[in-house]
């Protein structure tokens, strides 16, 4: 059950309202960078709704995802992590860089379609690339998908699992790497804590910190 929700709500979403998008979205009196904002955000609380939905179906709540009160204990947890996960994906990709040499680009700018953002489209972008995302797809991946393996299989193998499958849903190698390391720190607070909250915070930091290096300050 867990791991066909986990799908269906990472990618139903995108597949029901592509065709309401395509004529919508265009008619929008925004810009590129808020159509972007309206889209994703559209696309997240649908997800959310659809885990909602699956969770009402089998009389169960986000607390049995592990979606419980914060604590600064998970706050913390996530710092520490965020460093961790910081070192291991340096080290994967200066492996997988040594391995496939100049067929293999590190360097590679991920693709969210927004370019110039500014004033008030920073903070549309903001919401749902550093708050929706993270909530969601931890709901998704670390909640459903990774607890639905995990009772079936070892850690190792569903956190394994789960993380290529995190990886593989970026579609780009570098961006792919590197979230598989944030997925494999993100299965462990999981795992060790009972709680979904690490692992949100931790892909809050992370988003928070790109965002801030690609769009506030300009990097890269």
């Keep these: 059950m867990g791991v066909a929700v986990g799908i269906v709500a990472l990618l139903g979403p995108w597949f029901v309202l592509e065709p309401f998008f395509s004529w919508l979205v265009p008619l929008l ?31 169960k709540k986000f607390s049995d995802l592990g979606v419980r009160k914060p604590t600064w204990m998970h706050v913390g947890n996530a710092v520490v992590a965020f460093f961790i996960y910081i070192v291991v994906s340096l080290l994967l990709q200066m492996v997988v860089q040594w391995a496939f040499g100049q067929g293999y680009n590190a360097n590679q700018p991920q693709q969210l379609g927004y370019s110039g953002l500014n004033g008030a489209e920073l903070v549309a972008a903001f919401v749902p690339l550093v708050i929706l995302t993270p909530f969601a797809e931890e709901i ?54 009972g709680s979904l909250w690490p692992s949100i915070f931790l892909h809050v930091i992370k988003n928070a910190l790109a965002f801030s290096l690609v769009y506030i300050f300009r990097v890269g």
């Design 140 to 193: 998704i991946f670390r909640g459903f998908v990774f607890k639905g393996v995990r009772r079936k299989a070892p850690f190792w193998v569903a956190a394994l699992a789960v993380s290529a499958l995190f990886g593989l849903a970026h579609g780009q190698w570098n961006v792919g790497l590197d979230v598989f390391a944030m997925s494999m720190i993100s299965c462990y607070l999981v795992e060790k804590s």
């Design 29 to 59: 009196p925004v810009s590129m960078n808020a159509k972007y904002s309206i889209v994703t955000i559209i696309i997240e609380l649908v997800a959310i709704l659809v885990i909602a939905a699956a969770l009402a179906v089998y009389n």
